[in-house]
């Protein structure tokens, strides 16, 4: 084979005749990342403000994480887990002790988690709480965004991820997101077994529900006796200026935070950034009397817990605390949302800015089938700076949260720059 370097058109026609067009990828061509930059293929340098879905809060290629991984996969790879192996114990003890729950349950990918934490919640309905075989029901909200396995799209109400894909898994009861009254009816019906909600609706646009929401809407579920189940695939692990967005009222320095926490859901589902961007990982955290429900033979992956998902997984959270990076997320959150405020202000483009620590959005003056947020991206593209609409008119911008405030500033000067140039151009 011929070591030439394909140029960014032909990288993108091998994709496009060889891959399922199960995505619409912005047409650049990413050859190598480092912290908050990625490289295209013709040398070109951007920051990256999507972080892959907040998968990628430690930065691209932390030395850290990389050095886990390699290490240990010059050792032992996959036992499946037919054999213990010597790393899993470790990451089990460290995972629970970081999140405060007692025990874990390791997967790959964050649908993988979601599915988890389903079976567990009904297997703990029919079993503790003694709802009827079958009838278990579990409370989700219009806008969610889980994953994409078949009972995930069951409950979703995104037509375009949902169409033709039926028939759809039955026992869920969908209410508008941040509404406690519509909460409070669901709760009234029989057999309702968990809500499974997100702190804050990131694919949905960022929505970011009213301050207590989801405080109340946890109280309300322990007061009904049904498991309450967030997701916080996207929204965890320091990217919302916390180590999970469902932290209140604690300091959240790190580890623990959870237990300073007011309340603590039943079962928390992480995915993403649980491995930094490195290598598949994610897990439900929960406590014994729910997590015991599940015996051998019930649930598993054979990815699930290897070794070196465990060892990029501690190595991952271990960035997180010792560079301090929920605090950061928090102050160059906001920074960003106060430097977005002025462009709202100044710009008949953009019609606002909200969004909680690292994790925010700008919504586009346009209607929402518009190709306007779309068009706004390319040219952020061309001027170095990568992020993706989500939703038609909104733009949702997630760098990696080890960014400094002099990258930041260079990062709020390319959008500005950027939207006004949209505008003397339309
Ligand atoms: C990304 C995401 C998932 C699904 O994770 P995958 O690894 O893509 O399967 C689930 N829930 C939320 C909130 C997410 O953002």
Not at 190 to 203: F, K, R, S, T, Y
Request: glycine residues 8%; negative net charge.
């Amino acid at each position: 084979m011929i070591d030439t370097k394909l140029t960014s058109e032909e990288a993108i026609a091998l994709e496009d005749k060889y891959g399922a067009h199960n995505y619409h990828p912005l047409p650049v061509v990413l050859d190598r990342g480092e912290g908050v930059y990625v490289w295209d293929v013709e040398g070109k340098k951007y920051y990256d403000f999507l972080s892959a879905y907040s998968a990628l809060n430690q930065g691209h290629c932390h030395p850290r994480i990389i050095n886990a991984m390699i290490e240990q996969a010059k050792k032992l790879t996959l036992t499946s887990r037919a054999f213990y192996n010597s790393v899993l114990g470790e990451f089990e003890k460290y995972v629970t002790e970081y999140f405060d729950y007692d025990k874990v349950l390791p997967m790959n990918s964050g649908a993988e988690a979601v599915e988890t934490a389903i079976k567990v919640c009904r297997k703990w309905a029919y079993e503790k709480k003694g709802i009827p075989e079958s009838a278990a029901k579990i409370i989700v909200c219009d806008g969610n965004f889980h994953g994409r396995t078949t009972t995930i799209i069951s409950f979703s109400n995104d037509d375009n991820a949902r169409d033709n894909f039926g028939p759809y898994t039955p026992g869920f009861i969908r209410i508008p997101y941040n509404d406690l009254d519509a909460l409070e009816e669901a709760l009234k019906q029989d057999n309702v077994a968990g809500m499974l909600v997100e702190p804050i609706q990131g694919e949905a646009g960022v929505f970011v529900p009213d301050e207590d929401y989801i405080a109340n809407a946890a109280k309300m579920c322990q007061e009904s006796g049904v498991l309450f189940i967030a997701d916080e695939v996207q929204t965890g692990i320091a990217r919302t200026g916390k180590l999970l967005a469902v932290c209140k009222g604690c300091s959240c320095e790190g580890a623990k935070c959870q237990s300073k926490a007011g309340f603590k859901p039943d079962i928390i589902v992480l995915g993403k950034a649980i491995s930094g961007g490195a290598y598949p990982v994610s897990a439900i955290l929960a406590n014994d009397e729910v997590m015991n429900v599940i015996q051998p033979g019930q649930h598993g992956s054979t990815f699930g817990g290897n070794p070196i998902a465990a060892k990029v997984a501690m190595a991952a959270l271990g960035v997180v605390e010792d560079e301090d990076l929920a605090n950061n997320a928090q102050r160059m959150g906001e920074l960003f949302r106060s430097e977005m405020q002025k462009i709202v202000d100044s710009s008949d483009l953009v019609k606002l800015v909200r969004g909680k620590g690292l994790l925010n959005a700008i919504v586009i003056n346009d209607s929402e089938d518009s190709s306007t947020a779309w068009d706004i991206c390319v040219a952020l593209k061309e001027n170095g700076l990568l992020a993706k609409p989500t939703h038609g008119n909104i733009i949702r911008f997630a760098p990696p949260l080890i960014m400094t405030e002099e990258q930041l500033m260079d990062c709020v000067s390319i959008i500005g720059k950027t939207i006004r140039e949209f505008e003397g151009s339309n």
